[in-house]
């Protein structure tokens, strides 16, 4: 099976860069923006890196089914017989997209058992790609560059700490965990972005005190605990797991790279 998934790697970011042209195509056009029933934002964007993807998908892996934030709407009773399927985001920081802050992704994961073990976050604006899959190793790519292996990286002793935190979606469990963690450092960063910045050690932890959706950090999570990071419940400390129960939402949850602090101490009292 992994032999499987590691010969996918190519294609599939082949995919997400093909996914971000289209986006690209729509991102320098007057757009329109609509509602999703849950009020958050959609575009033709959103819409046609979707179908590239599912087709792309669809014909490098007849067999294995598709969930897409764009196509969710699937029955537990359905998905809960699969034990792999991929899980796509194809447009990751539509507010962001909408802002025209280039802080936006195509997220593409496969999921083997609940857990992710392969992924690809792409963002369109600049052509940067993570990608990883386990077995493999964990890469980050820039335009006209080789990929170069990425690793999480141990705090140092003496220094703040380095935070990353949702643009968009911040709120007040962010700044309560950062109060209580003491003298940091926080940026603030749309999309999945945040995990891979952990996941380079370009930053030490990213704590989500708010909703996110599955589709949001799988792709993500396989780059984060390729490069020897984790990405846990805020509330249980065990890793996040796919496709375990009816609903998609994810719960709190902390995204680390040094696994000495309790980085679960901070976390404020969950709602």
């Known amino acids: 099976m992994r032999d499987d998934w590691i010969t996918w790697l190519e294609p599939v970011r082949s995919l997400a860069a093909e996914a971000s042209a289209r986006i690209l195509e729509i991102y320098a056009t007057a757009f329109d923006v609509t509602a999703k029933d849950d009020n958050s934002p959609l575009t033709a964007a959103d819409l046609a890196s979707h179908q590239t993807i599912v087709a792309g998908l669809r014909a490098l892996t007849p067999g294995i089914p ?24 194809p447009l990751d920081g539509t507010k962001e997209f909408v802002k025209r802050n280039g802080e936006f992704t195509v ?17 369109p604006v600049t052509g940067l790609c993570y990608f990883a899959a386990r077995g493999y190793g964990a890469f980050c790519e820039e335009p006209g560059q080789l990929p170069q292996a990425i ?7 003496g220094q703040s700490v380095r935070v990353v935190g949702s643009k968009s979606h911040g709120g007040p469990g962010l700044q309560q965990f950062v109060a209580a963690l003491g003298s940091h450092q926080l940026v603030t960063i749309g999309s999945s972005l945040k995990l891979c910045q952990v996941a380079e050690g ?8 708010g909703p996110t959706s599955e589709w949001d950090t799988a792709a993500a999570q396989a780059i984060v605990e390729v490069a020897g990071g984790r990405v846990v419940s805020a509330e249980t400390g065990e890793p996040l797991r796919y496709n375990t129960r009816d609903s998609l939402l994810n719960p709190w949850f902390i995204v680390y790279g040094d696994a000495t602090r309790n980085w679960l101490s901070y976390v404020p009292s969950n709602p």
């Open 66 to 89: 598709i969930l897409s934030e764009e196509s969710a709407a699937i029955p537990f009773t359905e998905r809960r017989q699969w034990r792999r399927y991929w899980l796509v985001d």
């Open 107 to 123: 997220n593409i994961a496969l999921i083997e058992e609940y857990e992710p073990v392969l992924g690809v976050v792409r963002v």
């Open 151 to 157: 690793s999480v990286k141990p705090l140092t002793s």
């Open 202 to 209: 370009a930053a030490d932890v990213y704590p989500r005190m």
